[in-house]
């Protein structure tokens, strides 16, 4: 049911043909008190155009903004629903923002009312006044502690949309001027402004409009399938784009359930309730949940145990194949299926995946071997490529085009091109229509030919035809012979070993490319415990002949994997070394997030690095490192050179 | 069901008044001729140094102990020995220094086990879990869940308290109290061993049960800051004896409390 309507070019024309067509279907689930409460798609339209009269006659006019701060709760959405039903733009803010960052989103949107959830809210907006002279009024919707506070500029949701439900009741005149405003409503108009979480500067306010909005959404929702039957779990940040496209947006497309979970806390349980049909995860997510599994089978008893482990290992084997209805022996199909009736089941059970036709993950780089056990126990994960500015979707993987490292082909209708330098750059019908208020940066953001520039470098995959992010465009560089040279893609390569813990990739302007790493203690370390290696510090462990082979075979993997695509080939690592001491926060060597700082271990290792190119068998190097207790004392060692084969490109090799 | 003790009091009244109370185990004397009032809506706060006798006052008014000499006015209602079942019937409710829950219980379950006093279908009923005991029970549980979603502990509900943290064991126990909907609450170091973050959560929930229950708090806290902030009236108890009465002000600037907090040179 993914084909809009002819003539429902807005969310509110959206809402009324939902409510015509699937009025008895639920739109919205919350959990509150320990219960589910439902809403159906009619009910959802009462309460919204009772909310929207409230408002309007609280003073909310066509064309302005109203902010919404808070976690995913029905009355927000509805805020979000009755804002664009007058017309205004909810501009939606994250609700775990510091005042400051709230007061900076909320003056430059020029908020003259803001929907809230609760007294935090209300007490962070209120602590920063005095920076939003353009604030008028709040109205909340969790009404604790809130009895002795000024109600003179708040109000309860719940009597707003009482008081617009008796304005419509007592006068016809009312609804009409409700219906005319609904009409009024053109596709062009701004929908939502999206701020940017502002890892790169100050936050930017993305706008979008009706019409582009849910021409995306339609088109992924076609694409994926989504239809009045499914079910998400609204558990991520609200003011998120990806929680406004593919719960609200596709939710209002397809007329699919929204559930809210009963507080953020409680998201994974909710999510075991409500068993959702479409799921997002980012990796991070993913992984958290394998580890808790991974951790719970170790206090099993012996034999479940040992089930899990032996079906597993068939999944690993056979799962991803029948996912992807490719030819699998009747033996590893007969075992699949015993497994699917023991372990798979009921873990994905455990997980609330039972009944999740379609799950995406997207944000970062994910590991294949994470990747290929969710898809291993038949949950149809799949990756996407996005950003705020795209309304998210820019490629996504069609169901049987499943790859760990790549993010998919052009969603239907967006446009796809790799410019000189490598950076991704696009055109589709969700693109924003620009930065709110700041037109330098909308110029900034777009090509003179109207595509959008997204900052990432990548590059068509020749084999699949997919697209493959590697890094940041800014962060890529070239080796002397013009060969691009990504830093992250190559470290995160290798940090998906498990015994590798930090990478530092060098090559830019440089003859071939060279890693400098850290091996995980904690990984590499039992290892040495189960093979009888004996150290007594990280540097000695890391200076190992057997840790120096192990990391050789992972390094010999990745320069393979590298091998393979003809663009990444000549990036192939010549020379590695493992570093005398862990990369510390400390020592300012990474940042508080993790983060490796390039220039500072540049600068820092320069006799390693020295090294490295020129042909040395080992090194001397001495550091300063910062103890905890912030005395300083110098660690000096002699680090060991490793040269790697590498591998001969694809072309060659079919020479 | 059993009539509440006593009239019912309106706010600012006089709720509680203990009168020139005296304890002694053996020849130690925790409590002697100690007086003081609880009125009605406040937060009223007993402090002192250790074994200044805070505690045995506490289990004075609940009833566990008994007084040789002295009496308690209760809702209007004067006695000098009251059993522990009494004031919890009565309305008095309280949590404990050391958390005392039942730790294979769910926290749900130690919560619906504050609703016990106000269940009234025949065991038989509850036995079968049917008729006029199903009922009730969902009935016992909507407020056990408001109290949940009120100290907002949704995401533990199913979780055997014995697993939690302490910091929220003493949330539990602090709904299990609520779960009696007292008229008279008492705290016994609701904040002890918490870190300051957990602290100023609690702070939040005491404030919070005052305002939106109405319930009338007495709570025992050695943390000055906490004291000061969340309390209408403080008595300060030394050596069993009162040595001050007043506000949050009074207190700060009374010399006999400096001297009992900090010592004096003799």
New interface residues.
Partial sequence: MANAAPGADTFSKLLVRNARLYGARPAMRHKDLGIWQSWTWSQSLELVRAYAVGLHRLGVKRGETIAIVGANRPKLYWSVMAAQMLGAIPVPVYADAVADELAYVLAHADVRFAAVEDQEQIDKIQSVMQRLPKLEFMVYDEKRGLRDYDHSRLRSMDDVIEDGRKALAGDPAVAAWLDNEIASGKGSDPSIILYTSGTTGTSKGVVLSNEGSIHAATDTATFDKLNESDVALAYLPLAWVGDHYLNYAQGMVSAFCMACPENADTAMQDLREIGPTFYFAPPRTLELLLTRVMIRMEDAGLIKRKLFHYFIDVARRYGERILNGQPVPITGRLLYWLGNILVYGPLKNVLGFSKVRVAYTAGEAIGPDLFNFYRSIGLNLKQLYGQTEAFLYVTAQPDGEIYSDTVGPACPNVDIRIADNGEVQFKSPGMFTGYFKDDAKTAEAMTPDGYVKTGDAGFFDEKTGHLKIIDRAKDVGRLKDGTLFPPKYIENKLKFYPNIREVVALGDQRDFVAVMLNIDLTAVGSWAERNNVVYASYQELAGHPLVYDMIAKHVAEVNRSLAADKIMAGAQIKRFLILHKELDADDGELTRTQKVRRGFIAERYAPLIKALYDGSREADISTEVTFEDGRKGVISARVKIRDMQTEPPPMERAA | MRAPIGPEVSAGDVLLSVEDVSLSFGGVKAVSNVSFDIRKGEIRAIIGPNGAGKTSMLNIINGFYHPQQGHITFRGKTRSKMQPHEAAYGGIARTFQNVALFRGMTALDNIMAGRTLKMHSNFFWQLLRHGPAMHEEVKH??RV??I???L?I??I??VPVGRLPYGLQKRVELGRALAMEPDLLLLDEPMAGMNLEEKEDMSRFVL?VN??YGTTIALIEHDMGVVMDLSDRVVVLDHGIKIADGTPNEIKGNQAVIDAYLGVAH
């Fill in positions: 549980r909507q869940e408001e949940i979603d009120f907002k949704q995401e509900r199913r919070d305002d939106h």
